[in-house]
């Protein structure tokens, strides 16, 4: 049981370049998150899916595309990088019901943007 | 929206010594409020949460109190240890089934 984990787990882009970050999860969760932590802000939403196929916008979705095409995973595309995307990416996930609300994270990815 | 804040940034405690952080949301109809953990270069970890049904709620040496008419809610580690080193997270939501809105962290540092 590998929980939650990401691909990749470091990046350098250059501004304009484009890349998808992937999240998998194997505890057949319903819910699955994607956030952004930057130092002094906390952990940021940018986009969550309740189920496959669907997919919302969070706190600070601009720049960023997702996808949820399997349960199991979720995507997160930059079409064209910015600096100010230079961030760590946590991905969640979460089951909505009793007994339990929490929120499992992956290990994140560091996404540098020059 | 839910809006959470967060006190203090930053705490330094002695070993031993007790620390506190306080949260305060602005959605009355929130009504799940959990604490993460997150040591350096690591992911945030869930180490307690409360629901609006409970004022308190503890586990060993960590507890939450929670003030829905105040609507605020706090975490309190006694004893602490080196290991309780950290950033500390709180969050608020609707249940389990809205995204949680995160404070911005404390930072913990206990020293020995």
């Known amino acids: 049981n590998a929980g939650v984990t990401q691909t990749p787990k470091f990046r350098v882009l250059k501004t304009g370049q484009s890349m998808t970050l992937l999240c998998a999860q194997d505890?057949?969760?319903?819910?699955m998150y994607w956030y952004r932590q930057d130092p002094g802000m906390g952990l940021r939403l940018i986009h969550y899916?309740?189920?496959?196929?669907?997919?919302a916008k969070g706190e600070v979705p601009d720049g960023y595309n997702v996808s949820r095409l399997k349960k199991q995973n979720f995507l997160l595309g930059l079409e064209s990088a910015a600096p100010s995307q230079t961030s760590v990416y946590f991905c969640?996930?979460?089951?909505?019901?009793?007994?339990?609300?929490?929120?499992?994270f992956g290990p994140g990815t560091r996404l540098t943007v020059t | 929206g839910e809006n959470v804040e967060q006190h203090p940034s930053t705490l330094s405690v002695q070993e031993g010594d007790s620390a506190v952080i306080k949260c305060t949301y602005s959605?009355?109809?929130?009504?799940?409020f959990p604490w993460y953990k997150q040591e350096l270069g690591k992911r945030p970890q869930l180490i307690i949460d409360?629901?609006?049904?409970?004022g308190e709620k503890k586990d060993q040496r960590i507890a939450v109190t929670l003030n829905k008419t105040a609507k605020h809610f706090s975490l309190h580690i006694t004893e602490t240890q080196p290991e309780d080193s950290a950033v500390y997270f709180c969050?608020?939501?609707?249940?389990?089934?809205?995204?949680?809105?995160f404070g911005k962290g404390t930072r913990l540092s206990v020293i020995a």
């Open positions: 969640a996930s979460s089951y909505p019901g009793d007994p339990s609300y929490e929120q499992y």
């Open positions: 899916s309740v189920g496959e196929g669907t997919t």
């Open positions: 409360i629901r609006s049904n409970v």
């Open positions: 959605d009355s109809a929130s009504n799940y």
């Open positions: 969050a608020a939501s609707m249940r389990g089934n809205t995204p949680l809105v």
């Open positions: 505890m057949n969760h319903e819910y």
